[in-house]
């Protein structure tokens, strides 16, 4: 099999490679990419690229002894320096005469039981709701076991490179910077859309007196967040919904904020989501947008992505996002670029995903705990490489005339 795959990667095999026949072939000094069986190959054959390779190793058809994140790198800066080539009708031919020799010609095997299957009209609320439970309700204690003690899922501020200074602290700073962007100040209205486990919602109530309004699809995350706030005795400052955005119908706050949640309304949804945003806050109230970008002519979130992690996610270059933002009327002042810190932040979680593997497997099963393997090590190499990002975007809802004030500027001034 080896010149096959040599052959897709124009001569060069990037890694080393293992046949269930114990059979071996490749680089010594590169990871190991073993195929436990023949389903391995046969789920490659049936999707070729990304989707087939990661139906193979989500079944553990397919494994890698050493480090995924090197293997991965490994492939993705061969295909970068020397492209990969589909083979002619006589390497097609050679191909084939070899696969039906070895038996692996034949109906593919079942996906992974852990791959999502929507169903229902895009972006409606039923299908949206599927969509997020798909991959938040998976259970509060697997978030409890790779996030820090905020429970915040989203990309962190790293502001030390001090050996003391951990995940908790850089989610903290993320927190105290998206407050003071915001301008927050006690007895201030927050809507914090897309809450996750209230990490912003209880600081931004804990430390500075703002009241919010949290909203989710997800039940569990619901029920997390209230009972925070309930423990916290902040009950009265924060107030959870099981709710749509487009379901939000007051209005007047001094301030929203979307962390890492505009990637899930879709392409063609983002313009009204924009258009809601504004509405919901007063004249000079203030917006911000964390959110990951794609670059380039790739917009989606891709099929492993899709079909494991967020279904129906759509991802953009930045500047499309912050064309959308002035379309609903909204006044873009900042654009904070933070694409490295999220490569210290999935390399976080994945260092605690492998040291605590084992727990995590007996909680949500061998197939599910790959698919966070494979995603947080692929993620991380994504913010590495570049082919992703995620950025701050600040914006206020103009009042005219005269934009009184700068719409109150945040504490660290205007940028």
Same mark, same amino acid.
């Given at each position: ?248 119908? !007051? %209005? =007047? ?7 890492? #949640?505009? @990637? +899930?309304?879709? &392409?063609?949804?983002? /313009? ?54 002035? !379309? %609903? =009327? ?7 670029? #933070?694409? @490295? +810190?999220?490569? &210290?932040?999935?390399? /976080? ?55 009184? %004030? ?10």
């Amino acid at each position: 099999m080896a010149p096959l795959v040599a052959g897709l990667f124009n001569g060069i095999m990037p890694v080393r490679l293992r046949a269930w026949d114990g059979s071996e072939a490749g680089p010594a000094d590169a990871p190991r990419v073993v195929l436990r069986d023949r389903d391995a190959v046969r789920h490659i054959l049936a999707r070729p690229g990304e989707l087939g390779l990661a139906r193979a190793y989500v079944t553990g058809s397919l494994d890698v002894d050493g480090d995924l994140t090197d293997g991965l790198r490994r492939v993705w800066a061969s295909v970068a320096e020397n492209g990969t080539s589909l083979p002619g009708p006589v390497e097609a031919a050679r191909a084939a005469r070899v696969l039906v020799t070895l038996g692996v010609v034949g109906p593919p095997p079942p996906p992974p039981t852990a791959e999502a299957r929507m169903r229902g009209r895009l972006h409606s609320r039923e299908r949206d709701a599927a969509a997020i439970a798909h991959h938040y309700d998976a259970g509060n204690d697997l978030y409890e076991l790779l996030l820090d003690e905020s429970m915040a899922y989203s990309c962190a501020y790293w502001t030390s490179d001090d050996p003391g200074y951990t995940l908790a602290d850089a989610q903290r700073d993320k927190l105290e910077l998206v407050c003071s962007e915001l301008g927050l100040s006690t007895g201030d209205r927050l809507l914090d859309v897309g809450c996750g486990w209230g990490s912003l919602a209880l600081h931004a109530a804990r430390h500075h007196g703002v009241a919010v309004t949290a909203v989710t699809l997800s039940a569990r995350q619901r029920d997390h967040v209230t009972d925070r706030a309930r423990e916290e005795g902040l009950e009265d400052l924060v107030e959870v919904r099981l709710q749509h955005y487009r379901e939000v119908v !007051d %209005a =007047g706050f001094d301030a929203v904020a979307a962390i890492e #949640m505009g @990637e +899930h309304v879709g &392409r063609d949804g983002y /313009a009204p989501f924009a258009r809601a945003l504004r509405t919901r806050l007063r004249p000079g109230g203030r917006l911000l947008v964390q959110q990951m970008s794609r670059r380039g002519a790739r917009p989606g979130g891709g099929p492993f992505i899709e079909r494991y992690i967020a279904p129906d996610m759509h991802m953009r270059p930045v500047g499309e996002t912050v064309g959308l933002l002035e !379309d %609903a =009327g909204l006044e873009v002042r900042s654009v904070r670029a #933070m694409r @490295e +810190h999220y490569v &210290r932040t999935a390399r /976080a979680w994945s260092d605690e995903l492998e040291r605590r593997f084992d727990e995590l497997v007996g909680l949500v099963g061998a197939e599910s705990a790959r698919v966070w393997r494979l995603y947080l090590a692929g993620g991380a190499l994504a913010f590495e490489d570049g082919s992703m990002g995620v950025d701050q975007i600040v914006a206020v809802r103009p009042d005219r005339p005269g934009d009184r %004030a700068a719409h109150r500027a945040p504490a660290g001034g205007a940028r």
